[in-house]
């Protein structure tokens, strides 16, 4: 287990890009007002600034793009204004096993902005985009509106849920970054296990089992990190949120036909991904 200790840094300009997105959801049982969203964009804003930029940079390119850090934000702030949301999208999900490879259930971009908007108020953050392009060291964009990995949630709800080995391999024109983060982890057997350095020539592999807790941020270059999730026991419960940003947001077309099969199969359904893939978005992605 790795561990990054915080220290409070002063990013300048860092709140120049926020969106901050306000929706109140209405309906039977109430919703979230603006003070309470209000209050989740500052916890965002304010975790960003305890982070040591020099610490953390050090230690993800030393691990060949990969960094954990352990209570980005505080397991308080995330049960209280994301794992509700999580629980509620749970009715959304959609279950896919393919055998020897992944069991589990998932929930796409399209229903978070519908169901669980609270979500994007971290995934658009100027202040989390500007922390992450630094990282990095190139400028970061929020994905396409027809990718359905731009913000999702992911759920290990049933005995055996897992997912194999694998690279979050990007198809874009550029690089892809996952950064993920704990939301619920009721479970002792249900881990991220890291492959370090899998093809470098030079360093040995390093193995790494992650338990992600509430608040935890897991931050790897998709195309560099070999990972899995092993399976959940009897009783247990696991549920991930992971946010996909890019260097270039362009895409071929067969590229994109292949993505779009891929995570009809593996994850979100074909209704799900070909419907929302054909509708054009004049959303402007920054």
């Not at 890009?17 to 929706?23: D, F």
């Not at 030393?62 to 049960?79: A, I, K, T």
């Not at 057997?189 to 020539?201: A, G």
Request: negative net charge; hydrophobic residues 35%.
């Amino acid at each position: 287990m790795l561990h990054s200790e915080c220290a409070r840094i002063q990013l300048k300009d860092l709140h120049k890009q926020a969106e901050v997105k306000v929706e109140v959801e209405q309906g039977k049982g109430g919703g979230m007002n603006q003070a309470t969203v209000g209050s989740f964009v500052e916890a965002v804003d304010e975790a960003v600034k305890r982070l040591d930029l020099d610490r953390v940079s050090h230690e993800y390119w030393d691990q060949n793009e990969f960094l954990f850090v352990p209570q980005f934000l505080p397991r308080s702030v995330v049960e209280e204004h994301l794992v509700p949301q999580a629980q509620s999208a749970k009715s959304e999900l959609n279950r896919n096993f393919i055998p020897g490879h992944k069991k589990g259930g998932s929930v796409s971009y399209y229903t978070v902005m519908e169901k669980a908007p609270r979500f994007l108020d971290l995934y658009r953050s100027g202040a989390f985009i500007e922390f992450l392009s630094r990282l990095v060291q190139a400028k970061l964009s929020l994905c396409p509106e027809n990718d359905p990995h731009s913000c999702a949630l992911y759920y290990y709800t049933e005995p055996g849920d897992h997912i194999g080995f694998h690279y979050d391999t990007s198809y874009y024109k550029g690089a892809r970054y996952t950064i993920l983060m704990g939301l619920v982890d009721r479970s002792t057997q249900c881990k991220l296990v890291c492959e370090l350095f899998k093809d470098d020539p030079v360093k040995s592999p390093r193995h790494l089992e992650l338990i992600t807790q509430p608040g935890d941020l897991v931050i790897f270059n998709g195309d560099k990190l070999w990972h899995a999730v092993t399976p959940l026991g009897e009783g247990e419960e696991r549920i991930a949120l992971t946010m996909e940003y890019v260097t270039n947001p362009d895409m071929g077309a067969f590229k994109r036909l292949y993505s779009n099969l891929k995570d009809s199969i593996a994850y979100f359904g074909l209704r799900t991904v070909f419907k929302q893939a054909i509708t054009p978005s004049n959303r402007h992605r920054s």
